[in-house]
C-alpha cells in the first residue's frame, strides 16, 4: 500500500481495494443488528503500491458489490449474473465468464504445499516476483503473465483435486444455478487470489 506521514507526523495509507472498507464500515455500524442478508457497493479510486503488472495502473477506479449474511452459493451465483446483467447495460457485446473455487483454509494448505512442490525444482527459472511468491503466496504463481512462468501453469496441481467434500458441493451448486439462470461460464483452474479472506467461488469476465 501507499503509505506516508504528512506535515504532522500522521500516517495515512491510500485505499487499495474496497472490500475490506465495506466490511469496516458493516461491522462499525453495526448493520448487523438490521437483521437479514446485506447487499452493499461502493465505486471510487483505488491505489496500489507494488508495480502493476501489464494493463494495470498504480491508480485506478474501482466498483464492486458486495453480499453479507450468508454462505449460500445462489448468492455467489446472483452476484455473477448482477455483473453480467451490468456489462450488458453498458452495451458491451458477449462477455465471457470463467470460474474457479478456491475453496476453503484447509483447502488451500494442502494445495499450496503441492504447489510448492511442483515449483521449488522450476524456482531457477522463476522471475523475481515468482521466487518471492513462492514462499509467500504459492497460488499465485498460476497468475504470472510472465511467458516463461506461465509455460509451467499447465502442469500444476489443480485446486479442484485438494477441494474438500463441502467446498466441492458448494461449487457444483454455483455452477447449477448459473445454469437455471442460462449463464454460459468455463471453469478455469488458474483463476487464484491472492487474499487469504477469498474463499470458494472466484470469477472474472473477459471482453471479447
Known amino acids: 500500500m501507499y503509505r506516508f506521514n504528512d506535515q504532522k507526523g500522521r500516517t495515512f495509507a491510500l485505499r487499495p481495494e474496497g472490500t475490506a472498507p465495506v466490511v469496516r464500515s458493516y461491522v462499525e455500524n453495526h448493520l ?13 479510486p483505488m491505489f496500489r503500491y507494488d508495480r502493476p503488472q501489464a494493463g494495470r495502473y498504480r491508480q485506478f477506479y474501482q466498483y464492486g458489490i458486495e453480499f ?12 455473477i449474473a448482477l455483473e453480467m446483467a451490468f456489462l450488458s447495460a453498458l452495451g458491451l457485446q458477449g462477455p465471457r465468464l470463467e470460474i474457479n473455487s478456491v475453496g476453503c483454509g484447509n483447502c488451500a494448505k494442502d494445495y499450496d504445499a503441492a504447489l510448492k512442490a511442483f515449483y521449488e525444482p522450476h524456482l531457477p527459472q522463476l522471475c523475481p516476483d515468482c521466487q518471492k511468491r513462492f514462499e509467500l503466496k504459492p497460488r499465485r504463481l498460476l497468475d504470472c503473465k510472465v511467458p516463461s512462468c506461465k509455460a509451467f501453469r499447465a502442469d500444476a496441481p489443480s485446486q479442484f483435486d485438494y477441494l474438500d467434500a463441502p467446498c466441492r458441493e458448494h461449487f457444483d451448486a454455483v455452477c447449477h444455478y448459473l445454469d437455471q439462470m442460462s449463464i454460459s461460464y468455463t471453469v478455469n483452474p488458474a483463476i487464484v487470489r491472492g487474499l487469504d479472506y477469498y474463499t470458494n467461488t472466484a470469477f ?3 471482453l471479447r
Open 204 to 206: 472474472e469476465f473477459y
Open 68 to 79: 453479507i449474511g450468508s454462505n449460500h452459493p445462489f448468492y455467489d451465483a446472483e452476484v
Open 32 to 44: 448487523e443488528m438490521q437483521g437479514g442478508r446485506t447487499k452493499l457497493y461502493y465505486i471510487g
